[in-house]
């Protein structure tokens, strides 16, 4: 198992119900694996900062700059509200589930719709490197009805939709 | 083999593509109509410009769309030092046996160490940034060493681990090359093309200019051994 999927699994184990966004996300829907290490995630029912503490869970101050790290040292990135635009509410309510490993432990992962909606809303260097991998390994599974939904703007619905189009050909 | 008037003539014909390319807005893909003829001036012009910065990999269109490879974006001077990298990377030849990880650890086991690795796993070594997913090799022949990979059973196409790249340019600083490579190549590259530049910036004779963001991104996940390490040894 890739040592940033067993974390992801402990972290679920530790706090409940999280939904796994960046990198594991697009690990699962792309099977590729090129990520820096840390974990974001969005929590479905957020923990104060004293729970967190019990579970072993630590902060830190890193380049002035305030760092949560899980009990094995591993940089995470927590989100309560919104990820690009995209309600907690709905990341939760169109999450897939993927098996973490062959033990049966389950791991809980952003739609590839979400992924591909806040990746195109990011449109960082690598973001567009990862729409390329998806458009090459997935177009045929987005469900674009989705898209248009989760987006609510046509506008930038048929731009991802023309992007996407493009860079599975390229 | 390149000489450095070869280098000037490539820079003097791409100058007009890449001054096109950096006064596009920042998009995913563009409309040669929409996008393209307002800056060029004409669609014959705007595909001009997209075939000279095709010719070094900046660039690639189709059906009235293009895209641009953000290493276009990067400041004029640095292209002299880039322009080896692009080249090298538009002649790149990609090879894949099983399509997994063992391929990376069996070709290095093939071509015995004659090869010099850059971009994924030369990130690596240097930054243990990201993790690497394909090998990237210079070779001095390119055609011998296809042969010796066909030969244990890789076939050549789009999806192999395994990136042959002929040895163009200069390599006598190698960290570097990696870096200049890093940049050229773009996408998730340019993170490690950021943490190289972060950890060995001494190392570095000319630098790229990147959005602060994604420096700041790279600086708080670049794992804290690493950069007291660095730290140590510089």
């Known amino acids: 198992m890739k040592p940033l999927v067993r974390e992801a699994a402990l972290v679920t184990k530790d706090l409940g119900q999280v939904v796994f966004i960046g990198s594991i996300a697009r690990y699962f829907h792309t099977k590729d694996y090129r990520e820096s290490q840390d974990l974001d995630f969005v ?39 919104d990820v690009g635009g995209i309600s907690s509410e709905t990341l939760i309510k169109t999450a897939k589930q993927f098996d973490a ?16 909606i806040s990746k195109h809303r990011a449109q960082r260097d690598q973001d567009i490197a990862d729409l390329k991998m998806i458009a090459h390994r997935k177009l045929g599974e987005i469900d674009w009805n989705l898209i248009r939904e989760i987006s609510g703007d046509e506008t930038e619905y048929k731009s991802i939709k023309i992007d996407m189009e493009f860079l599975a050909k390229s | 083999m390149y000489t450095m008037n070869d280098w000037n003539q490539l820079l003097l014909e791409v100058k ?29 012009t705007v595909y001009r410009r997209l075939n000279v910065l095709e010719s070094i990999g900046l660039a690639n269109f189709r059906d009235g769309r293009f895209q641009i490879n953000r290493a276009a974006h990067q400041p004029h001077f640095l ?22 990880n063992s ?14 690795i850059t971009l994924d796993y030369a990130a690596w070594e240097l930054t243990r940034y990201q ?31 395994v990136i042959l790249l002929p040895k ?28 190289i530049e972060i950890l060995h910036g001494n190392k570095l004779s000319a630098k790229g200019q990147f959005p602060i963001e994604y420096v700041l991104k790279v600086q708080e996940d670049i794992p804290k051994e690493q950069m007291m390490i660095e730290a140590a040894g510089s």
């Open chain 1, 101 to 116: 490993d062959k033990k049966g432990n389950k791991l809980s992962v952003m739609s590839l719709e979400c992924l591909v």
């Open chain 2, 103 to 116: 391929d990376v650890n069996l070709s290095r086991r093939i071509l015995n160490e004659k090869f010099l």
């Open chain 2, 131 to 161: 993790t690497p997913l394909d090998l990237y090799l210079y070779v001095e022949d390119i055609e011998t060493t296809v042969k010796l990979l066909k030969k244990n059973n890789f076939s050549e196409g789009k999806k192999g681990h």
């Open chain 2, 16 to 44: 007009d593509g890449l001054t096109f390319a950096q006064r596009l807005p920042p998009s995913i893909t563009y409309s040669v109509k929409n996008d393209g003829v307002p800056i060029a001036g004409s669609e014959k």
């Open chain 2, 79 to 100: 292209f002299q030092k880039l322009l080896p990298s692009l080249v090298a990377l538009k002649n790149a030849r990609q090879f894949g046996k099983l399509y997994s």
């Open chain 1, 43 to 81: 929590m479905a029912t957020p923990l104060t900062e004293e729970e967190l503490f019990e579970k072993g869970y630590r902060k830190f101050n890193e380049n002035r700059k305030e760092v949560w790290r899980t009990p094995r040292g591993i940089k995470i990135d927590m989100y309560t509200s």
């Open chain 2, 168 to 195: 163009i340019g200069d390599f006598s600083n190698e960290i570097e090359r990696v870096y200049l490579d890093c940049i050229a190549k773009g996408g998730r590259n340019t993170m490690d093309a950021i943490a």
